[in-house]
């Protein structure tokens, strides 16, 4: 069944360039996902369409309201002929868990997606207790807005979902798959700058390059994230 992703964003124009120049616009050629941008002022108050405001005590910044956020969420549920329970609803927010692969794997499959795009200071603290809202956060810093994120985010997702790619085996080996680093990779020709292509990997051994590739996949991510390393060590550790 196709996977439906609705994006609730203020700046519905930075996302056509974008998908129609990425991956996701395959996927949506191949009538594998369908998206649908909502444009939050449409929910705005008043003649100016107003979608943010101050924060109550005098605190700084401006605030997401709370009513044109919601009547977005609920025309959202209308788009999906579904309510709260059957849909994910995901806020890219530096205060969530950070974003990995494994989050990507999960929600490839399964239930529609809703995103919501926040803008300054955040959105009132109402949406959440109306409704469930998983945050994520692609690191720590902080960016104008959640549209970014939300790209990121839907992209590493939908890449995943049969007959987006090519080759999905190219995805299920990609880096952070097994919890490791992935191992490098040598084209044509086979000597360039005075270095060679590994032997093992013009063998035809596929055993042997299956082992050099378990080895170096070790090595890579040793070197380049030892923090990852390490918890693979002590995940080894537990199963022994």
Known sequence: MRKKIIIIT???????TFIRESIINKAIKNNIIKIEIVNLRRFGLGKSKQIDDKPFGGL?????????????????FNLLSSDNRDIDI????????????????????GKNLIFICGHYKGIDERIFKKYFVSEYSIGDFILTGGEIPALIMID?????????????????????????????????????FGLDVPEVLLSGHHSKI?????????????????????KHKNNLKMEH
């Not at 700084?60 to 009547?71: F, R, T």
């Not at 080759?167 to 992935?182: F, K, P, Q, V, Y």
């Not at 299956?210 to 390490?230: F, G, H, L, Q």
Request: aromatic share 8%.
């Open 10 to 16: 203020p700046k519905p124009i930075l996302f056509s």
């Open 60 to 76: 700084p910044g401006m605030i997401l309201m709370a009513k044109p956020l919601s009547d977005a969420i609920e025309y959202s």
């Open 90 to 109: 995901i806020l890219p927010s530096p205060q969530g868990k950070t974003w990995k692969q494994n989050f990507a794997h999960r929600f490839s499959k």
């Open 156 to 192: 590493s997702i939908v890449r995943l979902i049969p007959g987006t790619l090519n080759n999905i085996e190219s995805a299920n080996t990609d880096s952070h798959t097994d919890g490791l680093l992935d191992n490098p990779y040598y084209t044509q020709p086979r000597r360039i």
């Open 210 to 230: 299956e082992a050099w590739c378990s080895k170096k996949k070790i090595e890579v991510t040793k070197n380049k994230r030892p923090d990852i390393y390490k």
